[in-house]
């Protein structure tokens, strides 16, 4: 049963959840050589932009179309809201081009969000690979934000290489100022990394929390958090305590178009966070 | 407590002249291209008219029949769908701005249709479709501005076809709600008249001023006749007894291998279900690039493209878009919208260019061996001698 | 309190379920070792007649590659297994170790247990199974490494 949201799309009736609202690119800053975080701010001096963390919005860029991309910013910011993505194809790399001021069409936010409230008083471990640190990162401010609540919280990042760091000055930062323990690694090594090296997943078998008292928030490709429940499974955690961000073909976010089907679940609105015992059943299935 | 009464055929026309007088566009059955489709009629005399048709498993054909029905078929390739949900809709239109841009946005057109010839199984699909578009968590306002005002005058079916199964599914082929009239067709012994049963206030007011009759016990009895007689003809049967858990149970049965081997993915299937919805979003530009517009088009699982993402497509073979379409429409629809996706309207077995049916899929997986024969010529075909 | 070094092993998860004797045994193969950073451990070729259990830090196991240098290609740390090429003949290290961090590890004199396994096949068969369970993780991490997750969509 998803939790009511004060902004979800049923309560803004009246407005057509086809068209899209405009907003404007107050920062693009590329991060890698294929991945840019936007920074958007509603025009013409409307409110603000509230949002969970895990949810997304389609992005439209004019002329060129609109991409689903999860929302990358700390929630507790209603100023302003960020989006972290890669080069995937037309949309993106349109989107990559643009400038400050220059105007995006904007639906949402959709979707569920991760557990920051069932994980309250539990260890929280968190696994992400490549750009599914951005979805992440959200929850991580949130969790931050009330740090008292949470007894341990890991987060195991994996990268291509020590070039696709995302947000390499802000883990830095959390490592010092909060108490979070952060494990890097990268599949590639290059010249002076003198870091980990090596899967993500395997660092999950070795990593200090409690898996008596413990949810996991994993993101990333597919067969990285296929892997990743292995390893919380070996490690003792319950599918009830284990939450994954799921991706498929989206083109209209509010359940109509059929794209998203996984299963009897639609990704935009019953997803894209589930709870793995919801998705067990086919988590993994060719061809689902 | 249905109300019955007696409109004589000539009268029919003034039926039509009713719904025109009070602006409605008249859409129902006529005949175009060797097939029953669905547009717009001016006159009675549109409708096919002592025709009907033959259906098996890929083959549709008209014949005529040696009587003037005016309702003597069963469904073609067309739906309702086609109006409520029509195939390309304009959803905005946006201009550049300085910097930025400026939507304007579609108003969905305000048409009051009249939906002359409306079977059981297609009213269960509208039903069926109003779950998706009139749902909890968002309202599709096209297909609500559509939807509304809709005038229904249904028809209750005089015989089944051969790849009809809507009985098994619950949805026909009598009609019992959702509908402001209801005609039964009958023509014995030189008259011929129908039986309409009042759905809505509606309904009896577009009567007003159409000569009348309430309809006599022994007519009603003629009616309730044929619908029974309609139900015990069924071409198709489908046991729906647990088929969501069946189906499952079953993602790996070498039965989608089978089907595989003849499944074109040519998504006819889609296109002539009355209940499939999905769609497409095309964004699009004229050549200076200032102008820019979104649309809204059918889509089918089918497609090789529907699945796609970043690197390639989720659903990459026929066996698993064949799986996806099969279980959705009878098991994980069940979950989705608290009812079965199909109506048993048989249109999927018929238009398929190699005779996929449905039924039997279901049947080869519950491991029962078809019986010899039933998939083509299965129950004669009552249509001309009615 | 310092363990000893037959506490050390008992405890360990790789020697989880070893009869008591052999554990006795292996212990006694066993010796601390300590690694500052930027230590190598072994080298590529080198005779392979130990294996080491990581107790901490972080080692790279590493290959000379031309014009590239010392490539690391995977890290091991606490609690990881390290070398297992003194099975096999011709028991030469076809990988470098280096430490990335100071480093404390158990390291086993796996020239002498090879000879106890041959003598021993009840040990050799217990010491396998659990080598083979390492070798197949490794192989596992390998594969997922060499599928470039994050890389560029096909």
Same mark, same amino acid.
């Not at chain 1, 894209?272 to 709870?275: I, K, L, S, T």
């Not at chain 2, 608290?338 to 309207?345: A, F, N």
């Given at each position: 049963m998803a939790p009511q949201l004060e902004n979800s799309i049923a309560a803004r009736t009246g407005v057509d959840p086809m068209v899209p609202e405009l907003y404007c690119i107050q920062r693009l800053r590329h991060e890698t050589d294929d991945t840019f975080t936007i920074e958007l701010s509603p025009t013409n001096g409307r409110g603000g932009f509230s949002f969970l963390p895990g949810q997304f919005n389609m992005i439209y860029v004019f002329g060129a179309g609109e991409v689903p991309i999860s929302i990358s910013s700390d929630p507790q910011n209603s100023k302003t809201f960020e989006h972290t993505t890669r080069i995937v194809g037309a949309v993106t790399r349109s989107m990559g081009h643009l400038k400050k001021g220059d105007s995006l069409g904007v639906r949402g936010p959709y979707g569920t969000h991760w557990p920051v409230e069932e994980a309250e008083g539990r260890d929280v471990i968190i696994v992400t690979g490549g750009i599914g640190l951005a979805p992440l990162r959200p929850a991580l401010y949130y969790l931050m934000a009330h740090r008292?609540? /949470?007894h341990k919280i890991v987060l195991l990042y994996g990268a291509r290489t020590p070039e696709d760091i995302l947000y390499r000055r802000e883990l830095e930062r959390w490592r010092s100022k909060f108490d979070l323990e952060i494990q890097v690694t990268v599949d590639r090594g290059t010249r002076g990394w003198r870091g980990n090296v090596g899967v993500v997943t395997t660092m999950i078998g070795r990593s200090p929390f409690d898996s008596t008292n413990a949810i996991a928030m994993a993101c990333g490709p597919e067969v990285m958090m296929r892997f990743a429940v292995m390893e919380f499974q070996r490690r003792g955690l319950s599918s009830g305590d284990i939450y994954l961000s799921m991706e498929r073909n989206m083109k209209c976010a509010i359940g109509f178009c059929g794209h998203c089907q996984y299963g009897p679940a639609f990704i935009c609105k019953d997803g894209?966070?589930? @709870?793995f015992d919801r998705i067990e059943p086919i988590f993994g299935k060719a061809e689902i | 407590m249905p109300e019955n009464l007696v409109l004589a055929r000539e009268h029919l026309q003034g039926l039509f002249n009713a719904l025109k007088t009070r602006d409605y566009q008249v859409l129902g059955p006529t005949v175009r291209d060797g097939a029953i489709v669905y547009d717009e009629l001016n006159s009675v005399e549109e409708l096919p008219i002592g025709w009907t048709d033959e259906q098996q498993g890929g083959s549709y054909r008209l014949k005529k029949r040696n009587d003037r029905a005016c309702f003597g078929y069963v469904v073609g390739p067309h739906s309702w769908k086609r109006f409520l949900h029509p195939p390309a809709v304009r959803l905005w239109q946006a201009a550049r701005n300085g910097k930025g841009f400026q939507i304007l946005e579609e108003k969905p057109a305000k048409k009051k249709m009249a939906f002359v010839g409306v079977r059981a199984c297609e009213l269960h699909a509208v039903a069926i479709q109003d779950r998706v578009f009139l749902g909890d968590s968002a309202i599709d306002s096209h297909y609500q501005a559509r939807r509304d005002g809709i005038f229904v005058l249904a028809v209750n079916c005089g015989q089944a076809g051969n790849t009809c199964f809507c009985a098994s599914m619950g949805a026909g082929p009598k009609v019992e709600s959702g509908f402001d009239l209801a005609l039964t067709e009958i023509l014995e012994g030189g008259e011929h008249y129908f039986v309409a049963e009042i759905g809505t206030e509606l309904g009896r007011e577009i009567l007003k001023g159409i000569p009348q009759a309430a309809a006599s016990a022994a007519q009603v009895e003629k009616a309730k006749a044929i619908h029974a007689a309609t139900a015990n003809q069924m071409g198709r049967s489908l046991d729906t007894v647990g088929i969501k858990e069946l189906l499952y149970a079953n993602l790996e049965h070498p039965r989608w291998d089978e089907v595989a081997t003849r499944c074109l993915t040519c998504a006819n299937c889609t296109m002539v279900c009355p209940t499939c919805f999905c769609s497409t979003v095309e964004d699009v530009t004229d050549l200076t690039g200032e102008h820019a517009e979104r649309w809204r088009k059918w889509d089918s699982c089918f497609t090789n493209d529907f699945s796609y993402i970043h690197g390639g497509s989720v659903r990459a073979t026929a066996k698993s878009r064949y799986r996806q379409w099969m279980t959705h429409k009878l098991a994980t629809w069940i979950d989705q919208f608290?009812?079965?996706?199909?109506?048993?309207?048989g249109r999927c077995i018929t238009w398929c260019p190699v005779g996929i049916d449905i039924t039997e899929e279901v049947r080869a997986i519950r491991g029962t061996a078809s019986p010899a024969g039933a998939g083509d010529s299965g129950k004669e075909q009552h249509g001309a001698d009615a | 309190m310092v363990q000893t070094l037959e506490g050390i092993v008992s405890e360990h998860a790789f020697f989880k379920g070893l009869d008591e004797r052999y554990i006795k045994l292996v212990a006694g193969c066993a010796k601390n070792v300590r690694f500052d950073e930027g230590q190598i451990i072994f080298r590529e070729?080198?005779?392979?007649d130990e294996f080491y259990f990581i107790r901490e830090g972080l080692v790279a196991v590493e290959l000379m590659i031309p014009q590239r240098g010392f490539t690391t290609l995977q890290t091991v740390g606490e609690g990881d297994v390290l070398g297992?090429?003194?099975?096999?003949?011709? /028991? @030469?290290? @076809?990988f470098g170790a280096r430490t990335l961090q100071p480093t404390r590890a158990l390291a086993f004199d796996g020239k002498c247990l090879r000879n106890k396994c041959e003598e021993d096949h009840d040990l050799g068969y217990e010491l396998l199974k659990r080598f083979t369970f390492v070798v197949t993780e490794r192989l596992e991490a390998t594969r997922l490494q060499l599928l470039d997750l994050y890389g560029a969509p096909a």
């Open positions: 008292e609540k /949470y894209p966070v589930f @709870r | 608290g009812s079965s996706g199909c109506v048993g309207c | 070729g080198d005779a392979a297992w090429s003194w099975l096999m003949p011709p /028991y @030469r290290w @076809r």
